[in-house]
């Protein structure tokens, strides 16, 4: 009993202490860099600061504008993207899920890097037919985030469709209502807090993006863009973590309104029954199609441009296909794409053993201790990654821990595990509420100690949440720029952030090449997870 309690003990303590070190010690860093002075006493007079330079407020109103209309078209296509998948009788669906996966191989600079190469002053469209064109701005960072956001909208909507019971159509329609007032009195009223949580999203998300606003954001500077500034540009610090705690205040009431939205939402019968199968509706189905060609022939063209780019000699000057890039022409080689692997894999690998013990730890704990730590676990979400990332900057670059994590791909990978924390232990704890109570229970009266619990009860139900963690954070630390632009340094080099320094310097063909490569290798995590998923499956099935 008392190894098991002491177990027990272990399993809450390692999480919560590296929590404590690698979330909340960095915030807490920003949050007191932002209220005291070069000689670390108190003061307001950093928030002051940010109204004496007339470009920060009016940074601050820009990102606001662009976070509005981004989430207004994103919730907008993204609904009639999850309408076209499960409410119509459209061909071709699996092209549909296809183009969605797109942006989320990528990181969200690729995009607009590829809304440059094709609509940017010296783009392809311009090369091509001779007509002015010019991308950057307002209307080029709005397609950007709204392609990047398009499938995380599609996701939350379409979970919510499919919890809506097939019954609710049938009394409807039963009472004579066409299929208009079918969407208006039982699609929309079940969908509400889908929508308004996917609202949130995609508002947090673009109000503290930097990859799209760095590339083609132009003179419409946001205040991601700003921090960047002050932080790389000015090495104002003080400045730099006051701005982030001004990008921090809407990202954490927009969370907290998202997580509202989502406990009031119906969650749908506990039976749904059967599935809904559209009945034919020619309009409905032809309007839909249109809408999605709309939406994903954009998403479509700017990433085949991105490869197409690639592999050209020199863009755009010379258009002469070649390989050249690839095998001999990236400026750091393949170096930094080693590099983007070998750290994502040490973020998914700690990830999934820190957020596996915190969840197992938590199975038997009282409410008033699961709670507070459960809340801890979830925080992440609120803080945009840019915010993380310079907190990393104040508390680890001096200290004792700087010593060996300043530089190195250790002190990366934490950023990463834990601008994602969130996510991965959501993720964990649904695999755990599946693990029989009584099952744990034999095991213990059997004789088994806590590691065979956790061997023989909860593992083999938790272990497809397992690698669905693994490769989720592997994936999202492939393709992260924000959080890790401020931690990198001339000998560590990630393939996101050169990127990034590849654009800025003119050299689009090779910064084309790094994208191509983390979306590959991308790519090939997603189908690895997709295989073993189905090998789990398969196993349970036979068992």
């Avoid at 839909?288 to 197409?308: C, K, M």
């Avoid at 954070?473 to 990198?488: D, Q």
């Amino acid at each position: 009993m008392n190894g098991g309690r002491a177990m027990g003990i272990v399993l809450l303590a390692v999480p919560l202490l590296c929590l404590l070190v690698f979330f909340l010690h960095p915030l807490a860093t920003v949050l007191v860099r932002s209220v005291t002075d070069a000689n670390g006493a108190w003061t307001l007079a950093n928030y002051g600061r940010l109204f004496d330079d007339p470009g920060l407020p009016r940074a601050a109103l820009r990102s606001l504008a662009i976070g509005l209309a981004t989430t207004l078209c994103t919730v907008s296509l993204g609904l009639c993207l999850a309408m076209a998948l499960h409410r119509s009788r459209l061909p071709g669906k699996a092209l549909i899920r296809g183009a969605l996966l797109l942006p989320m191989l990528a990181p969200s600079l690729v995009l607009a890097l590829g809304l440059v190469c094709l609509l940017g002053r010296n783009g392809l469209v311009h090369r091509v037919t001779g007509l002015p064109t010019d991308i950057y701005g307002f209307w080029g960072l709005l397609i950007a985030n709204t392609l990047y956001g398009l499938p995380q909208v599609v996701i939350i909507v379409s979970a919510a469709l499919g919890r809506t019971p097939a019954r609710h159509y049938d009394a409807a329609e039963s009472m004579g209502a066409t299929p208009w007032r079918q969407f208006l009195d039982v699609t929309i009223p079940r969908l509400r807090f889908a929508l308004l949580a996917a609202a949130f999203l995609v508002f947090t998300e673009t109000l503290t993006d930097f990859g799209s606003a760095v590339v083609v954001g132009g003179s419409y500077r946001v205040l991601a863009v700003e921090i960047y500034g002050e932080v790389v540009g000015q090495l104002d610090f003080a400045m730099g973590a006051t701005l982030g705690v001004v990008l921090l205040a809407p990202a954490l009431l927009s969370v907290w309104l998202a997580r509202m939205a989502r406990r009031r939402q119906d969650t749908g019968d506990a039976s749904p029954g059967r599935t809904l199968v559209p009945a034919r509706h020619p309009w409905r189905d032809v309007a839909l199609g249109g809408i999605s060609l709309l939406a994903l022939l954009p998403l479509v063209g700017v990433v085949a441009t991105v490869a197409y780019v690639s592999v050209v000699k020199l863009w755009p000057y010379d258009r002469t296909l070649t390989l050249a890039n690839y095998t001999g022409g990236m400026p750091d080689g393949y170096g930094p794409v080693a590099t983007s692997i070998t750290m994502s894999l040490l973020a998914a690998c700690a990830g999934v053993l820190l957020v596996f013990a915190l969840s197992a730890g938590l199975r038997r704990v009282p409410p008033f201790i699961a709670k507070p730590v459960q809340f801890v676990a979830s925080l992440p979400a609120a803080v945009p990654g840019l915010v993380l990332g310079l907190g990393y900057v104040l508390a680890f670059n001096h200290g004792p821990l700087s010593g060996w994590l300043y530089g190195s791909v250790a002190i990366v990978a934490a950023c990463s595990l834990f601008h994602y924390h969130a996510q991965a232990f959501l993720t964990m704890q649904t695999g755990m509420r599946q693990v029989p109570e009584a099952l744990d229970d034999a095991v213990a009266v059997s004789g088994g100690t806590t590691f065979h619990v956790l061997r023989d009860a909860v593992w083999p139900f938790a272990a497809p949440a397992a690698v669905s963690t693994f490769f989720y954070l592997f994936m999202r630390s492939m393709v992260t720029l924000s959080g890790v632009i401020f931690l990198v340094t001339p000998e560590l080099g990630l393939a996101s952030v050169t990127v990034m320094r590849l654009d800025e310097n003119g050299f689009l063909a090779q910064a084309a090449a790094y994208a191509m490569c983390v979306v590959l290798a991308s790519a090939l995590a997603l189908g690895a997870m997709r295989l073993l998923l189905h090998v789990l499956k398969d196993r349970r099935h036979v068992a």
